[in-house]
Each structure stands twice: as C-alpha cells, then as structure tokens.
C-alpha cells in the first residue's frame, strides 16, 4: 500500500526546492503576468501607429491621363466631403456608421499604361493605380451614357498597397450608386424601382458569445502550448538536474518506494504544469478584458469575455496537464544531463504540437477522429466552450479519453523511473525498453503494459470504425469486417504482446477453471441483465437523461434491422460470441489483471467498466454499458476467470438479438409474454418479466459473494496485497 504521508512530504520537498530557484519563479509567474499585456498592448500600439502613419501619409495613385487624373481628384474630392457630412451627421445623432471615410490625402500621377503594374508591384512611383475604359470621364452624372469600366491596380502583399487600392475600390464604388441615385430621383421613380430588395443582416450572437469566438481563435493553442512549456522545466530539474547534481542516488537509497518517489515528483511537475496553465489563462483573460484587445479585434462589436468558462476550462486542463507532466517526466528519465533532456523533449513538443496546430485550422470541427485525437480534442473542446456549443456527451468522451491517455503516460513514467537501466545505466536505455533480451518474464501482466495496449487500441478503434462506416454502403459487411478486426484487435494481437513481454498468458487473461457457483452466477447474470438494462433505458428516454430519445432509439432499431437477412446463428456469432470473447479477453481480462496488481478492487473494477463504456463511442448507452460492465468486472474479480463474464456477455448480447430476429422474436416473446406491438416496443417490460430478472441479479450478487471454504493461494491466484508484498505493484 502507499504511504501518502511520505509522497506529501516529498511533494512538499520537490515543490519548495522548485520554488528557491528563480528562474522557475520567472517561467510559472513573472512570464504569464507580464508578457502577455506587454505583447498585446504594445501590438495594439504598434498596430495603431502604423495605421496613423498610413492614414498621414499621402496615398499616391497612378493613372494613365492628365484626363482621368482630373476626373478623379473630383470625385474623390467630393466623397471626402460626402464622408465628412456623414460624419458628422452621425456624431450629432450619437451613433456610429459602418463604412468608414474616403481617402483624404491622396495624390494623383500620371503614369504610362505599361509601366503601372510594374511601379506599384515594386512601390517605386505609385502605391496603387487606376486603368479606366474609356480613359477620359464625363464631368458630371448627366452625362455618363455609357458603362465606366475600371480597373484597380493593388499589391495585396504590400500594406500600404493594399489599404490604397481597397480605398479606392470603396471610393468609386460609393460614386457608382451616387451617379444611380441621382438619376433615380431625377426620373422621379421609386427607390423600389432601381434596388428591388434590400437585404440587411441581423447578428444574433451575444456579446458573450462573440466573446468567446474571438477569444477561441488564440486562447487554446496558447493554453496548451503554455502547459507544455510548464511541464518542462520542473520535469528536467527533478530527473536529469538531480542526477547531474548527483542527488538522485541518494533519494534512490531511501526507504521509500520507487512508486512513492516517482508519485510525489509526478504531482510536483503536474502542479506547477497546472499553475502555469492558470496564470497564463488568467493573465489573458484579464489582458483582453482591461487592455483594450478585445475591442479592437472585435471591431467596435460589443463583446464580453466569457469569464465563468474559463474556471470550466481549467477544470478540464487537469488531464492534459497529467498527460504532459507523465510524458516529460518520463522522457526525462533517460537523460543524463539537463542540455541532454532538453534535447529529449523537444520531440515531444512537436508531436504535441502537431495535432494542436490541426485543430486550431479554421474549419476544424469536434466530429469524427478529432474527437479522440490526444491534444487536438482539448483544443477545439477549449474553443467549443467559449462558444458555448460542446455538447454533455462529446465533453465526456472527449475528457475520458484524455484520462485514458493520461493514466497511461503515468503508468509508463512509473515503470521507466523504477527501472535500474534507466536510472544508473548509460542512455542505451532507450533499446532495453524494447528489447526482448531485455525483458524478465512475469506471471501477471504490470499496469503499464495494460494501460498503454488499452490506450493506443482506443483511438485505433475509432478510426477503424468510422472509415469502415464511411467506405461501405452494406451494413452487413460492414458488421462482418468490423468483428473480424475485433478478434485481431482485442484477442489475438494481446494475447502476441503479453507473449512478447514474457507474460504468463493464462495469468494474464484469467484463463482458468472457474467454481460452479461462479458458472451459475454468470448464467443468471445473462438471463436477467437483458431486461434490467432494457428497464435502465427506459428510465433515461422518460427523463431525457444523456440524449436519449424516442428518433435515437428508433434510429438503432433501423440500423438493427439490416441484419435481418442474416441467419440467426450467423448473427449470434457475429453479434453475440465474437464480442463476448473478444471484448472479455481484453477488458475483464488483460485490463482488469493489469490493473488489479497496482489498485484495489472497486477502482479497478469502475476503471474497467468505464473504459469498457467508452469504447463503444454511444454516449446514449454509457449508463447501461458501464452498469453492464462493473457487473462482468464484478464476475471476474470475485472468481479469478474469464469465462464466467463471457458467459454472461455472450447471454446478454444472444437474447437480445433473438428477440430482435423475426425468425426467433415472435416465438421467444409468445414465450415470455412480451407485446411486441411497434408502440410497446420503448415500453416498461411486463412485471412478470422485471421482477424475477432482479431476483436472478441478486442471487447471482449473492453467489459472488459468499466465499465458501477458503482457498489455497497459489501462484495463478495471487490477491493484490500479496502481490504488492511481492513487489508487482507499481511495476
């Protein structure tokens, strides 16, 4: 067991030797509090004093006659004025007019046709220019009785290029619909007439939610690059720094365990990670409501910062700030110096960066992969947030996720700490990780193994489903490639990693004989769990719990029903016998043994049924495969096998599906007494059915529990303590 008084201590240790040094005091406080209103504020500055520059500088437009040259300054003259008396007219109203002001100095050359493009390409003459067909214009709007047409000449690379020609595009648009007003009301008809509709735009978004939107373009990637950044520094002192000052030796010598240390420097660089994560957050939080920035991105728009998000966001930092602090910690380790661990994390901020760069491109949105994408999730989750758009089951699978990704990294952090090749060896280390030469057998799987198999199948998985989904129009094949890729994915390739790593495969996947109360027990699990978890579901379509709705329900009955065309056994063997193995050999299995030497049992039992939940990517039926899943965990947990929670899976997914079947429903409902109207099917199961299914649960509870004469622990039934005493827990 761990002794949480010596990692507080040592936390408490680590943390102030981190706080004495200053430059760790500049990095966490003095960089996020100060830097970001000196940069804001002084590009606000710089920005507007290049614009006042721009606006004092003198435009120079280039035509190709002394003719058109004059026309020109008279209409530019005059739609100065025409802006002044708006302007004005606008001030004594009090309110504000959203096209701006013609150009007010401008100065006019005249330039051979075929070098202007040259000269404003290379700003040697003019800033921008002119071509006008028929060159010369007429004096006033009576006489224009043919078709102007103009051509603005612009470097869109060049500011000052680009502002002059934007200007005069505007300008001599504006004297356009001047010239048609005026004929119009010379003509004496209605404005109708000439502009038959008028389209005017209405903004529905919220100051707090233009807010957000401003804020989501630069506020996420510097969250998580701000997190990483944050990580770095401690994770180096406490590994390489320690090393190099040859202090780590003698924390190593300790009475402590190596499981204790590594936890207590793994919440040191996930703290002050955190707090460098809060400081920049509140620094630009403050900065774009007090600095003026938000102003002046949102052009005049009333905005408001959404301030009670940003607790929320923070709130969700956690787990990447554990990802990250694993991470380095771990990179860490294997240096031998700090200038060498330096080198060693910069890889990882470019593989970090990598999806965070992909999720902060416009147009990027919180659907398919991106949703379980490391990094990329939490960006645009952070922007979905400030929007006020994310959903309560994308947040969940997206925050699961990230904990799966995070539990993992800190389980690997533990192992490669605890290791002697990484801790006094030479940086040849890197190869023993992988090297089977190097690996001492083991009777049951170590945490880590578990953990990282479990994670990096998670998004694997993902990705295998939904292009499957998008690549075939038959549901079928679609059912049949999918369960084939199960059985690699969950069955065959752990089993090949577990004997790769030297692990025993019947320990590590509990494939052993169970008791005949446990074989019973799982039947009665099977034959009632069908109706309890058709009950559960009900229960959520009344109150609407996790979107769950009478179209979501209908929507999978639809999906169901393509499978009709299959046989009955077929289907029981795509649908009910391939996931009971191939799901129990990897959750209640491989999972639950790795996790079973490193935690008690309820935790590992919940972790398991969570992750279990997760991987079905449904956040309508998270309620019922987690609940279906503390119940097999429970099964496995209690009778040391797996087959008593396959039995049960296998049961569970078999008599829905027969009730499904029309071959086989009809006759199996006429049986139960079930209605099998099309109205009764999102109805309450009949009392004669509920009620025995819960006795059947809780005499299958009971048989779990009730221990019987004691058994005689051997090396395939080790339980947790003794493993521990052992020394397999934290491995």
């Given at each position: 067991?761990?002794?949480?008084?010596?990692?507080?201590?040592?936390?408490?240790?680590?943390?102030?030797?981190?706080?004495?040094?200053?430059?760790?005091?500049?990095?966490?406080?003095?960089?996020?509090?100060?830097?970001?209103?000196?940069?804001?504020?002084?590009?606000?500055?710089?920005?507007?004093?290049?614009?006042?520059?721009?606006?004092?500088?003198?435009?120079?437009?280039?035509?190709?006659?002394?003719?058109?040259?004059?026309?020109?300054?008279?209409?530019?003259?005059?739609?100065?004025?025409?802006?002044?008396?708006?302007?004005?007219?606008?001030?004594?109203?009090?309110?504000?007019?959203?096209?701006?002001?013609?150009?007010?100095?401008?100065?006019?050359?005249?330039?051979?046709?075929?070098?202007?493009?040259?000269?404003?390409?290379?700003?040697?003459?003019?800033?921008?220019?002119?071509?006008?067909?028929?060159?010369?214009?007429?004096?006033?709007?009576?006489?224009?009785?043919?078709?102007?047409?103009?051509?603005?000449?612009?470097?869109?690379?060049?500011?000052?290029?680009?502002?002059?020609?934007?200007?005069?595009?505007?300008?001599?648009?504006?004297?356009?619909?001047?010239?048609?007003?005026?004929?119009?009301?010379?003509?004496?008809?209605?404005?109708?007439?000439?502009?038959?509709?008028?389209?005017?735009?209405?903004?529905?978004?919220?100051?707090?939610?233009?807010?957000?939107?401003?804020?989501?373009?630069?506020?996420?990637?510097?969250?998580?690059?701000?997190?990483?950044?944050?990580?770095?520094?401690?994770?180096?002192?406490?590994?390489?720094?320690?090393?190099?000052?040859?202090?780590?030796?003698?924390?190593?010598?300790?009475?402590?365990?190596?499981?204790?240390?590594?936890?207590?420097?793994?919440?040191?660089?996930?703290?002050?990670?955190?707090?460098?994560?809060?400081?920049?957050?509140?620094?630009?939080?403050?900065?774009?409501?007090?600095?003026?920035?938000?102003?002046?991105?949102?052009?005049?728009?009333?905005?408001?910062?959404?301030?009670?998000?940003?607790?929320?966001?923070?709130?969700?930092?956690?787990?990447?700030?554990?990802?990250?602090?694993?991470?380095?910690?771990?990179?860490?380790?294997?240096?031998?110096?700090?200038?060498?661990?330096?080198?060693?994390?910069?890889?990882?901020?470019?593989?970090?960066?990598?999806?965070?760069?992909?999720?902060?491109?416009?147009?990027?949105?919180?659907?398919?992969?991106?949703?379980?994408?490391?990094?990329?999730?939490?960006?645009?989750?952070?922007?979905?947030?400030?929007?006020?758009?994310?959903?309560?089951?994308?947040?969940?699978?997206?925050?699961?996720?990230?904990?799966?990704?995070?539990?993992?990294?800190?389980?690997?952090?533990?192992?490669?700490?605890?290791?002697?090749?990484?801790?006094?060896?030479?940086?040849?280390?890197?190869?023993?990780?992988?090297?089977?030469?190097?690996?001492?057998?083991?009777?049951?799987?170590?945490?880590?193994?578990?953990?990282?198999?479990?994670?990096?199948?998670?998004?694997?998985?993902?990705?295998?489903?939904?292009?499957?989904?998008?690549?075939?129009?038959?549901?079928?094949?679609?059912?049949?490639?999918?369960?084939?890729?199960?059985?690699?994915?969950?069955?065959?390739?752990?089993?090949?990693?577990?004997?790769?790593?030297?692990?025993?495969?019947?320990?590590?996947?509990?494939?052993?004989?169970?008791?005949?109360?446990?074989?019973?027990?799982?039947?009665?699990?099977?034959?009632?769990?069908?109706?309890?978890?058709?009950?559960?579901?009900?229960?959520?379509?009344?109150?609407?719990?996790?979107?769950?709705?009478?179209?979501?329900?209908?929507?999978?009955?639809?999906?169901?029903?393509?499978?009709?065309?299959?046989?009955?056994?077929?289907?029981?063997?795509?649908?009910?016998?391939?996931?009971?193995?191939?799901?129990?050999?990897?959750?209640?299995?491989?999972?639950?043994?790795?996790?079973?030497?490193?935690?008690?049992?309820?935790?590992?039992?919940?972790?398991?049924?969570?992750?279990?939940?997760?991987?079905?990517?449904?956040?309508?039926?998270?309620?019922?495969?987690?609940?279906?899943?503390?119940?097999?965990?429970?099964?496995?947990?209690?009778?040391?096998?797996?087959?008593?929670?396959?039995?049960?899976?296998?049961?569970?997914?078999?008599?829905?599906?027969?009730?499904?079947?029309?071959?086989?429903?009809d006759r199996l409902g006429r049986f139960l007494r079930?209605?099998?109207?099309?109205?009764?099917?999102?109805?309450?199961?009949?009392?004669?059915?509920v009620v025995p299914a819960a006795v059947l649960l809780?005499?299958?509870?009971?048989?779990?529990?009730?221990?019987?004469?004691?058994?005689?622990?051997?090396?395939?039934?080790?339980?947790?303590?003794?493993?521990?005493?052992?020394?397999?827990?934290?491995?």
């Amino acid at each position: 067991m761990l002794n949480y008084t010596r990692i507080k201590r040592l936390y408490i240790k680590e943390m102030l030797d981190i706080l004495r040094d200053r430059r760790a005091l500049i990095a966490m406080i003095v960089v996020p509090i100060v830097l970001y209103p000196l940069l804001m504020l002084g590009s606000i500055q710089a920005a507007s004093l290049q614009v006042g520059k721009l606006k004092e500088k003198p435009l120079i437009i280039g035509v190709q006659t002394h003719g058109a040259a004059q026309s020109l300054a008279a209409i530019l003259r005059e739609d100065a004025e025409r802006a002044a008396r708006r302007q004005a007219k606008a001030d004594e109203e009090g309110v504000k007019i959203g096209e701006s002001a013609a150009i007010e100095k401008f100065q006019i050359i005249v330039v051979e046709p075929q070098n202007l493009e040259e000269w404003v390409r290379t700003s040697a003459v003019a800033d921008c220019g002119v071509m006008f067909d028929p060159p010369r214009l007429p004096p006033n709007w009576q006489e224009w009785q043919q078709q102007v047409h103009a051509e603005v000449v612009a470097d869109s690379a060049e500011i000052s290029s680009s502002i002059a020609g934007a200007r005069l595009k505007k300008a001599l648009n504006r004297h356009g619909r001047l010239i048609v007003k005026l004929r119009n009301d010379w003509e004496g008809r209605p404005e109708w007439y000439i502009n038959p509709m008028v389209v005017d735009e209405i903004d529905v978004a919220t100051a707090e939610k233009r807010g957000g939107g401003m804020l989501g373009q630069i506020l996420p990637l510097i969250l998580i690059l701000m997190t990483i950044t944050g990580s770095i520094y401690p994770a180096i002192d406490l590994t390489a720094g320690e090393r190099e000052r040859g202090t780590l030796e003698t924390l190593m010598v300790c009475p402590i365990p190596v499981v204790e240390i590594i936890i207590g420097k793994f919440l040191v660089v996930a703290s002050v990670a955190l707090t460098g994560a809060a400081l920049n957050l509140c620094s630009m939080g403050l900065t774009l409501q007090f600095g003026g920035f938000n102003e002046a991105l949102a052009a005049g728009a009333e905005t408001t910062i959404p301030a009670r998000v940003l607790p929320v966001i923070l709130l969700f930092l956690i787990p990447l700030a554990v990802l990250f602090s694993a991470l380095m910690l771990a990179v860490c380790s294997f240096a031998r110096t700090f200038k060498e661990a330096q080198n060693y994390v910069t890889p990882v901020i470019v593989c970090a960066l990598v999806p965070a760069g992909l999720a902060a491109m416009p147009g990027t949105e919180l659907e398919g992969f991106m949703v379980v994408m490391p990094v990329g999730n939490m960006v645009l989750l952070t922007r979905e947030l400030l929007l006020g758009n994310a959903d309560a089951g994308t947040i969940l699978i997206v925050m699961l996720s990230t904990c799966l990704y995070a539990l993992t990294a800190v389980a690997v952090a533990v192992r490669v700490f605890g290791q002697e090749a990484v801790m006094f060896a030479d940086s040849g280390s890197w190869r023993a990780q992988f090297d089977r030469r190097m690996i001492r057998p083991s009777t049951h799987p170590k945490p880590t193994l578990a953990l990282m198999y479990v994670a990096l199948l998670f998004p694997a998985w993902f990705y295998i489903q939904g292009g499957l989904g998008l690549r075939s129009d038959d549901f079928v094949v679609t059912v049949v490639i999918t369960q084939i890729l199960m059985i690699l994915c969950f069955a065959l390739l752990p089993i090949a990693v577990v004997m790769y790593y030297k692990v025993d495969v019947r320990n590590s996947f509990s494939l052993r004989v169970p008791r005949l109360r446990y074989l019973l027990a799982a039947v009665l699990v099977g034959l009632s769990t069908w109706a309890l978890t058709h009950e559960l579901i009900m229960v959520q379509l009344k109150y609407g719990l996790f979107g769950i709705t009478e179209e979501v329900l209908k929507s999978s009955s639809e999906a169901g029903e393509q499978l009709l065309s299959l046989p009955p056994l077929a289907a029981l063997f795509l649908l009910a016998l391939v996931p009971g193995i191939s799901e129990e050999l990897l959750f209640r299995g491989l999972f639950l043994n790795g996790l079973r030497t490193a935690t008690r049992k309820w935790p590992a039992i919940i972790a398991v049924a969570v992750t279990f939940s997760v991987y079905h990517y449904v956040i309508q039926r998270f309620v019922v495969t987690v609940s279906l899943g503390i119940l097999l965990a429970y099964l496995c947990w209690q009778s040391r096998s797996v087959f008593p929670a396959m039995i049960a899976h296998i049961m569970h997914n078999g008599i829905q599906l027969l009730l499904g079947l029309p071959a086989t429903g009809d006759r199996l409902g006429r049986f139960l007494r079930i209605p099998t109207s099309e109205d009764d099917a999102l109805a309450h199961l009949p009392w004669h059915i509920v009620v025995p299914a819960a006795v059947l649960l809780v005499l299958a509870i009971a048989l779990c529990r009730w221990e019987g004469r004691p058994a005689v622990a051997t090396d395939d039934a080790l339980s947790s303590d003794e493993l521990g005493r052992s020394g397999a827990v934290g491995n």
